[in-house]
């Protein structure tokens, strides 16, 4: 056998000598994983769910105890999956049950007997690979089967037994017996005008005979001795409940099996001299299908062996039926229960029919009622795994941080790639106390994020959020999105969320310097109009009240530069301003180049505005660069005359330029609100703001 | 010294833990295995510590080792303590704690002849 072959066991112990024992105890039979306390269990739970085929928990450890990994079980659904056999010395027999309560298999207590530890562990085994093995033979006759209602028709008939305490075998006689007797009455007469098709119908419809049982207390149903007139009472009731319940199936009334096995149910303990009930129908008021189920019911009783008897032969009972000690019944079905009565022994024999054998239909009704709902086959869970490893790939390959947040136990699951990469554990129980994972972003930004998560809800569960998230020590960007889990119904309770974090850290590196790019002018590194603007604009907003001016200068004589000198003179000559500039503005201002010779400065000011004004003229006006006098002229509006509006600004103070280009340029000028009737505007900046260079050209143009 | 005369000496039922483990071989395994168990340190540490927690942790684990390899002297000293720790440091956990000590230095003695006499 290849080791490959052989099934793994988890060894959850923190005394390494109990494990060793056990290993020891064990090895050459299985494969042996071992962890020494609860969270690493859980660790490798997470990572070999699918391959680990028996658990050996022992309760009392460090980190995490048995029940702690119990309730982590429980929560992931893994104790449907992998069998925990709790090994421990504890005696306190609570405990023992609480364990059993939360799902485990089996205890073995100390001190190990190696005999007991193996059988333990081979029955666990043996019993989960039969119940993997019926789990996915279940699933898949239930989606094989899915339109044939056979299946749906036993496995119900077969609850109702099981609520009975009957064998199991009790439905399937019915039926079997039904279909022998009709197929018998067809031969001997046509009065009944029943088909073929219907003879089938009827034998599946006979199966849910007892189906209104199931509202009948089980009390009275498996009272072993004789019920008493107000139980009997109680027990007659199921005929018409059952027939209630196929009745209010609104959307099956079509159904040639619902229809008969209505009439079956609540007529199969009519009685053919009209004393039974529920309606007291007498002689052929009663359905044929009825008639026949009951005559059926009746036999499988008198050969079954009950508490209260011993089974009676075949021969027996159909004396008993015939002699009517059981009831009277249509003369023709006995006379048919006659005719076949050589068949009936053979054709009750347990016997192979397509599909699961009866007693493994058997075990399949009580796996199902065992679990609450039908667990993923393992077939289902083979093809998760694939994808898990798959996705993990995928993710890795990405670099993609994968989590999984449970309120309840806290702990926070990374993938394994994630996890080495942030350097951190991959699973953090308590995540909010663990120092290496808070560290990993800002407080402020984890406060963001547990508050965007608590504003989710079911319909609306996404986030996502941008933030800077350190790796060794450098802070890099990273954009978080996240779905919140919910379960259960009003009012859904959030049970944690899944999410990844994707490095968007040279993507928005570059996004950056391309808006650095866009907003700056690329010859003196000023910020360009446009960018100025929405600077300004966000600043008069922010604090409306304050008093704002704007200086629009440009140079003079700068064409006659350009033509002497050259034009990389001129841009020389740009620069070399832009750099006088951007040395005597205050940190606070805004300064800009508008375009050609043209800039503005935008500063906020409290008094002495002519000062400023001054100075920042004087730092830039009247010196020499290279043989060129750099000399200016500059047009001033502030908002103590203006709207703080950015056009209406850059308007005035444009017209206070002009007045002074007029006036024989080399200075500047504050717009007074006068102006305005010396000279229309040159540039309509109110609608062309960010292209004022060609209509200034025009003006200059003329100066 | 034979298995079975070490059980004596440190009170032991070795027809018991025969009729359990596998095979002498492998009880001796275990036996030996025993002195190099960190448990008693932890134990001792703890109370000194005052670490009722892990103190208890650890007495359990030597009672569970001691119930697996039937050294029964030192289980019924090392259960009690168990028991006495369980909820938190109790009065009786510092005299129950000198009988472990007494019977965890026999056990400890009596393993370490047997293991000198096996070289030999």
């Known amino acids: 056998m290849s080791s490959s072959n052989r099934q793994t066991i988890l060894i959850v112990d923190d005394s390494e000598m109990n494990r060793s ?41 460090p980190n995490m105890d048995g029940f702690g990994v119990l309730e982590v079980m429980n929560r992931r659904h893994w104790i449907e999956s992998v069998p925990v056999v709790m090994i421990s010395a504890e ?12 799902g485990i298999t089996d205890f073995i207590s100390r001190p190990f007997d190696a005999q007991i530890v193996h059988r333990r562990v081979k029955n666990t085994l043996l019993l989960y690979a039969k119940q993997k093995d019926l789990e996915a033979l279940v699933a898949e006759q239930i989606y094989e089967k899915q339109q044939s209602s056979a299946l749906m028709v036993d496995i119900l008939s077969h609850i109702v037994e099981f609520r009975n305490g009957e064998s199991g075998l009790h439905v399937l006689h019915v039926r079997t017996l039904t279909e022998l007797l009709l197929r018998r009455l067809v031969q001997k007469t046509d009065q009944y005008h029943i088909s073929k098709d219907n003879i089938a119908a009827m034998s599946m419809a006979s199966a849910l005979h007892d189906i209104g049982k199931i509202s009948i207390d089980e009390k009275i149903l498996n009272k072993p001795g004789k019920l008493t007139a107000e139980e009997f009472a109680v027990m007659k009731t199921h005929s018409l409940i059952g027939a209630q319940m196929l009745e209010s199936l609104n959307m099956y009334h079509a159904e040639k099996v619902v229809k008969m096995a209505y009439d079956i149910c609540r007529w199969h303990h009519e009685r053919y001299d009209g004393r039974g009930y529920p309606d007291g129908l007498k002689g052929d008021e009663i359905p044929i299908s009825a008639q026949t189920v009951a005559l059926a019911d009746v036999y499988d009783a008198l050969t079954s062996k009950r508490v209260y008897k011993p089974p009676f032969t075949h021969e027996k009972a159909v004396e008993m039926i015939v002699n009517g000690e059981c009831g009277t019944f249509n003369p023709l079905l006995l006379s048919c229960l006659e005719d076949i009565s050589g068949d009936i022994a053979r054709e009750m024999e347990p016997k192979e029919f397509e599909g699961p054998s009866q007693a493994e239909l058997s075990d399949m009704i009580q796996n199902l009622s065992q679990h609450k709902e039908l667990s993923a086959s393992s077939r289902t869970l083979q093809l998760l795994e694939h994808e898990r490893m798959k996705y993990s790939f995928f993710a890795a390959m990405s670099k993609e941080v994968q989590f999984e947040y449970t309120i309840l136990p806290s702990m926070v699951s990374l993938n394994s790639w994630g996890a080495k990469w942030l350097g951190v554990d991959e699973i953090i129980m308590e995540p909010f106390e663990n120092k290496n994972l808070m560290g990993l972003l800002d407080e402020q930004d984890w406060q963001t994020i547990m508050e965007m998560l608590e504003d989710t809800s079911p319909e609306h569960p996404y986030v996502t959020y941008e933030c800077r998230l350190r790796h060794n020590d450098k802070w890099r960007w990273f954009r978080f999105i996240m779905q919140t889990v919910w379960e259960g119904e009003e009012p859904p309770q959030m049970t944690g969320c899944i999410g990844k974090a994707v490095d968007i850290h040279d993507m928005r590196t570059n996004l950056e310097s391309l808006e650095r790019m866009a907003s700056y002018d690329g010859l003196t590194d000023l910020l360009n109009l446009n960018s100025a603007r929405k600077q300004i604009e966000a600043r008069m907003k922010a604090h409306p009240d304050s008093n704002y001016a704007l200086a629009f200068f440009d140079l003079d004589h700068f064409k006659d530069a350009n033509n002497t000198y050259g034009h990389a003179f001129g841009n020389h000559v740009l620069a070399h301003v832009a750099e006088l500039l951007r040395q005597n503005v205050r940190g606070m201002d805004i300064a800009a180049r508008v375009g050609g010779d043209e800039f503005i400065i935008f500063l906020e000011y409290q008094q002495e505005l002519e000062a400023v004004i001054r100075r920042i003229y004087r730092s830039i006006s009247g010196g020499d660069f290279q043989g060129f006098t750099v000399s200016m002229s500059m047009g001033v509006a502030t908002t103590e005359m203006v709207e703080p509006v950015f056009t209406d600004l850059l308007k005035a103070a444009d017209q206070a330029l002009y007045a002074v280009k007029q006036s024989g340029r080399g200075r500047f000028q504050f717009y007074d609100g006068t102006l305005q009737s010396l000279k229309p505007t040159r540039g309509n900046y109110a609608d062309q703001s960010l292209s004022p260079i060609e209509s200034k050209e025009d003006g200059k143009a003329e100066s | 010294m034979t298995l079975q005369e070490l059980y004596t000496e440190i009170g032991g039922d070795y027809s018991e833990v025969r009729g359990r483990l596998p095979s002498d071989k492998f009880i001796q395994k275990f036996v030996l295995k025993f002195l190099d168990d960190k448990s008693y340190d932890l134990l001792i540490s703890s109370l000194e510590q005052g670490n009722s927690e892990e103190a208890f942790r650890a007495a359990h684990t030597i009672k569970g080792m001691c119930q697996n390899l039937g050294f029964n002297t030192l289980l019924a000293s090392s259960a009690e303590l168990t028991e006495a720790l369980r909820s938190g440091l109790t009065p009786e956990a510092g005299p129950l704690c000198e009988r472990v000590k007494e019977d965890y230095g026999r056990t400890v003695t009596a393993i370490r002849s047997f293991q000198e006499g096996m070289s030999t």
């Open chain 1, 21 to 61: 024992i056990l290993v020891d105890m064990l090895e050459g039979e299985y494969e042996m994983l071992e962890a020494g306390d609860g969270l690493q269990a859980v660790g490798l739970l997470q990572n070999h769910s699918t391959e680990i085929a028996l658990m050996l928990l022992d309760i009392v450890m």
């Open chain 1, 91 to 102: 005696s306190n027999t609570s405990r023992i049950d609480q364990a059993y309560e939360m």
